[in-house]
């Protein structure tokens, strides 16, 4: 009711259990990274994102390596190319480590 509601002037998405974003329609975490991306000259092949709520959604599209945490919501599983360990394990830091 409330996203049909202010459709028009807010973008609202599930960030957490009990959280929702309310911002802008025109700004979400990809139209920051595709920012960084065009002002530091990287592809998106170059770029890699970690997620695991909705609001995360545009940053993984906007990233090669995408991945979606352990204890992600299954729309974020599905959007992701790849799959990390949960937050309480540490999945970033595990994929990072792989990388050094």
Do not use: H
Not at 45 to 73: H, K, V, W
Request: charge should be negative; aromatic fraction near 8%.
């Amino acid at each position: 009711a409330i996203r049909e509601k202010y459709k028009d002037r807010l973008k609202i998405t599930i960030s957490g259990d009990m959280w929702m974003d309310c911002m802008n329609p025109r700004v979400n975490k990809g139209e920051a990274v595709r920012q960084i991306q065009e002002d530091l000259e990287f592809l998106p092949e170059e770029t890699m994102a970690f997620g695991d709520q909705l609001n995360d959604l545009e940053m993984l599209n906007r990233a090669y390596y995408s991945f979606a945490i352990g204890n992600a919501r299954p729309e974020i599983k599905a959007a992701a190319r790849f799959q990390a360990d949960t937050n309480v394990n540490d999945g970033v830091l595990k994929i990072l480590r792989l990388l050094a």
